[in-house]
């Protein structure tokens, strides 16, 4: 496959097998393939695919185990399933996933694990209800999907916690920002905790706050 700028892809060539693929086609690589055989895929866990998921992690093809380049004699093992950086790629056909051959190859990109595990974690775990408050400790891209996971659930406010002010950012959903080095004393002191908390308004916060110094005489955030 030959790529357009980051990891959108033509498909060049396939192989014997039939497949929806053709030559021509626009597809994005995906390093959590699905085989739409296995028992996984056909649960609702698609993503913890059997053949692919485990074979594919030793960086060669599936059916004969062995990599499809080399460089002065040497194997060129496959990186996650995909090695999107790599000028051509070879793939099992479900480490791709067709697109719109309308969408611009320079806008289309797979949104990885950083954007999944933040919003996932925020809509499908922790479910902020609609005008509750959300503390987010840490604004990579985690925490910034996080932040983005709960304006999408209507939070009120969505106070982001980093060490960096300048990874502040509204246009993530973030409507409020904590530096701990603002700060003059440690967050472990027991009236700052609960200043820190009751600033927060975030009940499930406060409760783990409190068994944990039941349990262990202190108090930590």
Known sequence: MAPMFHESRIVESVGEDKTELAPGDHVLPIFTGKCTQCAHCKSEESNMCTLLRINNERGVMIHNE???????????????????FSEYIVVHVGC??????LAPLDKVCFLSCGISTGLGATLNVAKPTKGSSVAIFGLGAVGLAAAEGARLACASRI???????????EEFGLTEFMNPRDYNKPV???HLIYIVVKALLISFVSEQIKQYANKHKQQTI
């Open 66 to 84: 062995q990599t499809r380049f080399s460089i002065n004699g040497k194997p060129i093992y496959h990186f996650v399933r995909t090695s999107a």
């Open 159 to 169: 106070i982001g916690v980093d060490l960096n002010s300048s990874i502040f950012k």
């Open 188 to 190: 472990q002191e027991p």
């Open 96 to 101: 791709v996933a067709k697109i719109n051959p």
